[in-house]
């Protein structure tokens, strides 16, 4: 089951035109510079831009097409803007009640208590907006979103207006939102770290169009686009932790090409965690190397190679199928003598666990 999102929209100097199917569960970012429609869209999703064409499909609901058009009020959906936009003069619980009046009992299928469990703001909920921080007041504002049991939840930035200790504070809520509620979320944002430590899928937007969309650690290692080309490149992988090793404080990691092998992490072995690789710091050779203190080692395929600048190029490799980038220079690649098809071995000198 996917959402289902034809729509297009002219204003003055920008035209909005997606066709875009998005999963119809986890987290779908869009992604692209300012000014290129992430909001609109977003907005348009709402039915807060009336005068958005088109058909859009949600859980095999037509809220908009050629011929009818629901308003915000009748999309059963949360959105959760860059700022809390909570009523100051009403209590934290008064604020989460607030939406419940127009959604029957009957259709309630997230409690108010779950949402201020999965928030963490059971010690607000006497306090006014004025009183807390801003990581306190969007903890809240997701809470109250949540509270209306959507079928679709809409984030615009919401970590955007807070400083990077209450960012640190409030990804572990959105974290645990995606484990726990079978909610799909369209989250916009302009920061690469929370893309790649939220998203399943990611969608790409320029000029008021998409570029491509698809599953995340497949954009983010296709090539042919810009993510795989710029200075920051990375692979995502999806790993699951296999043991301890306590004599050097080591947490050993399995993925289909091998194990990886990181600092020690208090997860119990079977969780899923997600790792961060960044292109510049993986490097090939053609045997596998003795006598390195580089411990995560991996036998790889050559998939594509592209130049990425005058002296350099970005090697798309597949260990165990999975997709890795290494940035290395063109007189390197050329010693190797690199070919697509060839078997190589990749040393990732730097890993990072995001979840």
């Known amino acids: 089951m996917s959402i289902q999102v034809r729509l297009s929209l002219s204003r003055q100097n920008f035209h909005l035109e997606v066709d875009l199917a998005i999963p119809a569960r986890g987290i779908t970012a869009l992604f692209g510079p300012s000014g290129c429609g992430k909001t609109t869209l977003l ?13 859009l499909q949600v859980a095999n609901t037509n809220w908009q097409d050629e011929n009818s058009f629901l308003p915000p009020h009748r999309r059963p959906l949360g959105y959760v803007f860059q700022e809390a936009s909570l009523f100051t003069h009403l209590s934290v619980q008064r604020n989460l009640e607030y939406g ?3 959604l029957p009992a009957t259709q309630r299928k997230v409690s108010l208590d779950t949402a201020i469990g999965l928030l963490g703001i059971g010690q607000l909920l006497d306090r006014r907006p004025p009183q807390l921080s801003g990581g ?13 049991s959507p079928e679709l939840l809409l984030m615009d930035e919401p970590l955007a207006a807070l400083d990077v200790q209450r960012k640190q504070e409030i990804l572990p809520y959105l974290e645990s939102l995606h ?11 302009h920061s690469p770290d929370e893309v790649a430590r939220l998203a399943d899928h990611l969608v790409l937007m320029e000029n008021g169009g998409v570029t491509a969309s698809g599953p995340i650690s497949e954009m983010l290692t296709r090539v042919d686009l810009p993510l795989a080309r710029g200075n920051d490149a990375e692979a995502l992988i999806e790993a699951e932790v296999a043991a301890h090793d306590e004599t050097y404080g080591l947490t050993y990691l399995d993925f289909p090409g091998g194990r990886f092998t990181v600092a020690r992490k ?3 072995t079977g969780t899923q965690v997600r790792l961060r690789v960044i292109a510049r710091d993986v490097s090939i050779t053609l045997e596998q190397q ?3 203190s580089i411990l995560n080692i991996f036998p790889a395929t050559v998939d594509e190679i592209v130049p990425t600048s005058a002296s350099q190029v970005t090697v798309r ?29 990749a040393q990732a000198k730097s890993v990072a666990l995001l979840a």
Not at 136 to 148: D, T
Request: no cysteine.
């Open 179 to 189: 484990a726990r509620l079978n909610i799909p979320v369209i989250y916009v944002s």
């Open 100 to 102: 419940l009046k127009r």
């Open 317 to 345: 490799l597949l260990a165990g199928g999975v997709p890795l980038l290494s940035r290395i220079t063109r007189k390197s690649a050329a010693l190797l003598e690199l070919t697509p098809g060839k078997t190589v071995y």
């Open 266 to 268: 208090d997860l119990p």
């Open 43 to 55: 907005r348009a999703i709402a039915g807060l831009e009336p005068q958005a064409k088109g058909q």
């Open 136 to 148: 306190e007041r969007q903890r809240v504002a997701i809470a109250r979103a949540l509270a209306v």
């Open 290 to 292: 003795q006598g390195t």
